[in-house]
């Protein structure tokens, strides 16, 4: 494991200050605000640590409220909504300078037999074909309005293994194609085997890359390069069948729409043997600067 990956592993280990409460920390990003996958995943971990045993996540719901400041902590508030014989709800509502930031809606269910079903997964080349982040961005820093991006990109990033099958928003900036993009992701290390931490691993690394599919449509190339301003708005996520974050999950995304200054992003998550493991929506402000 390496260091990037254990620091992310002490983020997601919550302190509890009460029963139902929570603090978490941050780090520094590559912009002035607290990564929105950080949050969305530190208030899974948080409704999680109040779920009975045996009861896993199958669905979260969120909403981004404010920007969260990178310097200061975030507290967690868990309402136990529900308790029943086979599902578990709760919402969490993370807090920062007496605000709200982030509000989260988060299922659990006990295990059970029930009708099978899954679309296809699509063709995509060996992850272990594919470059590594170090060896990808380097080729568009001068498409960057700051080369030094790149490094601070492969360092921010270091806890994750992820690998583009096509080029990237930034690699293709000025040349419009069809708004599909495909990733391979895992963790940059073995993990250990509860269930709760490889959902939210994956619900991390859910927000790094969904909405590249928008600005693909348009040729643009994001925040890096300083053609669109954006931020998350809202995300949900299913989680259908057991994985594991730290071996290979195929990354599907697609755009089927963006209008009055947001953009959407729908993706499905393959186990690298083919089975449909989550289901993602994302929608996010999408700005043109002027």
Known sequence: MNDELQGLLDLLDLERIEQDYFRGQSRSALVPRVFGGQVA???LVAAGR??????DAHSLHAYFLRTGDPGAPIVYEVDRIRDGRSFTTRRVVAVQHGKPIFHLS???QAYEEGLEHQAEMPASPDPETL?????MLPRYAHNFR????????????????????QAPPYGTVGQPREPRSQVWFRANGKLGDDPLLHVCLATYVSDMTLLDSVLLAHGRGGWTVGDVVGASLDHAMWFHRP?????????????PSASGGRGLGQARIYTQ???LAISVIQEGVVRVPR
């Open 41 to 43: 995943a530190q208030a």
């Open 50 to 55: 109040t779920v009975p045993e045996g009861r």
């Open 273 to 275: 043997d083919g089975r």
């Open 146 to 165: 700051d080369p030094r991006i790149v490094d601070r990109m492969i360092k921010e990033r270091g806890a994750v293994d992820l690998r583009y099958v």
């Open 243 to 255: 994985f594991r974050a730290d071996e290979w999950l195929l990354y599907d995304q697609e755009s």
């Open 131 to 135: 470059p590594t982040a170090a060896e």
């Open 106 to 108: 988060a299922s659990f």
